[in-house]
């Protein structure tokens, strides 16, 4: 491990950052709707009908996180949930017409939220942090490769 003394306070703040910005969402959304959600309905509507499995891999959840997300979705008629017929174990989630109305609302929000996150970042320091979180799960897919 390097000896630099900032590289075990590094993840803190991520971390740090991370929940911050998602005590910020939930400030703002006050539709009962989790950032995962929100990503959730998000990849569906650019998507169209997908399976669960699919869904876990993109949000970095397991299949059962994406299920209990689902029920809450499909209780106030955001998406619904299909059987493949060729495999009942598979399951599909499509985006309805209110969880499209609910994703237009929540756009915008988002887009406030990312402006009073990054709008003080000067357009360099933006090029700067999406390389080095590039450049990070650049080494992390490495790493789970070796």
Same mark, same amino acid.
């Given at each position: 491990?390097? #000896?630099? !003394?900032?590289? $075990?306070?590094? !993840? /803190?703040?991520? &971390?740090? %950052?991370?929940? +911050?910005?998602? *005590?910020?969402?939930? +400030? =703002?959304?006050? #539709?009962?709707?989790?950032?995962? *959600?929100? +990503? %959730?309905l998000c990849i569906l509507r650019k998507q169209g009908s997908t399976q669960v499995n699919e869904l876990a891999e993109k949000l970095g959840v397991t299949a059962g996180? /994406?299920?209990?997300?689902?029920?809450?979705?499909?209780? =106030? @008629?955001?998406?619904?949930?299909?059987? /493949?017929?060729?495999?009942?174990?598979?399951? $599909? %989630?499509?985006?309805?017409?209110? @969880?499209? +109305?609910?994703?237009?609302?929540?756009?915008? &929000?988002? @887009?406030?939220?990312?402006?009073?996150?990054?709008?003080? %970042?000067? !357009?360099?320091?933006?090029?700067?942090?999406?390389? /080095?979180?590039?450049?990070?799960?650049?080494?992390? #897919?490495?790493?789970?490769?070796?």
């Amino acid at each position: 491990m390097s #000896e630099h !003394p900032m590289l $075990l306070d590094l !993840p /803190i703040l991520f &971390k740090k %950052l991370i929940k +911050r910005a998602t *005590q910020e969402w939930n +400030r =703002r959304v006050d #539709e009962e709707m989790s950032m995962n *959600q929100f +990503r %959730l309905l998000c990849i569906l509507r650019k998507q169209g009908s997908t399976q669960v499995n699919e869904l876990a891999e993109k949000l970095g959840v397991t299949a059962g996180a /994406i299920t209990g997300m689902a029920d809450k979705l499909m209780d =106030r @008629g955001r998406v619904v949930r299909t059987r /493949i017929s060729t495999d009942r174990r598979a399951v $599909l %989630l499509e985006i309805t017409e209110e @969880g499209n +109305r609910c994703v237009d609302t929540l756009v915008e &929000k988002q @887009g406030e939220m990312l402006a009073a996150l990054f709008g003080t %970042l000067s !357009p360099e320091d933006m090029e700067h942090l999406q390389r /080095i979180f590039s450049e990070m799960l650049d080494r992390l #897919e490495q790493i789970k490769e070796e």
